[in-house]
């Protein structure tokens, strides 16, 4: 029976999405799926991992891993890989999962498959789907010997509904020796809101916001979507937000429901941070913006007049 060990994540006292959709993705390759739950005062979240597709819940619970270093939450995954002899390990595609995999991949000499968008067949017949290129083209990735490692890029698979497992949930001590780093505390310029790469909706702006008071109205159409405001480099680079926000090749790799990109000439660079969101809607002054070539809907207009209307339609919509 094929076992596999998945890294949930907590951020601000609520678990991550994507440790749902990780957790999802194991149980399509593997009969067992165990997840390791690490941090301070996480255990409470445990209960929820259990019913979402996990068999067993790992807790580890101790005060120099209450923020994330690679060196205290390599030893201590690795003490659990010992622990469960994994035949799988998932991540999330997230700053967290993309540090930590790789090390991990290495500490094991085995292969990491990085960015899994979907994954086809299951069982060690699976076959794991990820863009290449810029997001141009995917290739389909099949391990043939040793253990099978891969990151969840958010929103791509659908986690298993509340009640899909029963799994119990224990409280391991592992040990901690010579950490190099601690991290005392994280202070994080405030965006607000939805995580923006766990969000359904983004609407996101670029040199044509004009100014940082020009993502006044995008941040208002968001709030009301509950979805997050995003942007493109040439914003972050005229200092019209900071880059916690921006989406791109050099930024954060999105994949909502629906993008909404207002001001944005649509770079290549840009556009392989958003193309594979599921409904792309373009606002653009000019009608031979490159955005317009993935857009599924565009407005030819500027967008301090479109944005506003869409605003108040949508609140029409929603009030009936």
Request: aromatic letters at 6%; one cysteine or more.
């Amino acid at each position: 029976m094929s076992k596999a060990l998945v890294l949930a994540e907590s951020r601000d006292g609520n678990l991550r999405n994507v440790s749902f959709e990780a957790i999802a993705a194991a149980n399509l390759v593997a009969d067992e799926v165990v997840v390791a739950l690490i941090g301070q005062n996480v255990a409470a979240d445990a209960s929820q991992l259990a019913a979402r597709g996990a068999h067993q819940v790992l807790v580890v619970e101790d005060e120099r891993l209450q923020h994330y270093t690679p060196d205290g939450y390599g030893q201590v995954f690795m003490q659990l890989i010992e622990r469960v002899a994994p035949d799988v390990i998932v991540f999330g595609h997230t700053s967290l999962g993309k540090d930590l995999s790789p090390k991990i991949a290495a500490k094991l000499q085995a292969g990491l498959i990085s960015d899994v968008t979907s994954i086809e067949g299951t069982g060690t017949e699976a076959s794991f789907i990820r863009p290449i290129y810029s997001g141009k083209a995917f290739e389909k990735v099949k391990v043939s010997e040793g253990k099978i490692l891969f990151t969840v890029r958010p929103n791509n698979i659908e986690p298993l509904a509340e009640g899909a497992s029963e799994g119990t949930v224990e409280s391991v001590t592992v040990e901690l020796k010579d950490l190099r780093t601690i991290v005392s505390e994280v202070v994080r310029k405030a965006t607000g809101g939805v995580d923006l790469s766990e969000a359904k909706v983004i609407v996101a702006g670029g040199r044509g916001v004009k100014s940082a008071d020009g993502f006044a109205p995008l941040q208002e159409l968001a709030d009301l979507l509950g979805g997050a405001v995003g942007a493109s480099r040439g914003a972050c680079d005229a200092d019209y937000c900071d880059y916690a926000l921006q989406i791109g090749q050099t930024g954060k790799v999105v994949t909502p429901d629906l993008y909404i990109a207002c001001g944005i000439s649509g770079a290549i660079q840009h556009l392989a941070g958003m193309s594979n969101a599921k409904v792309i809607v373009a606002i653009n002054k000019d009608p031979e913006a490159n955005i317009f070539s993935v857009a599924d809907y565009g407005i030819v207009g500027d967008l301090f007049d479109v944005v506003p209307l869409l605003t108040a339609e949508f609140k029409k919509m929603l009030v009936h």
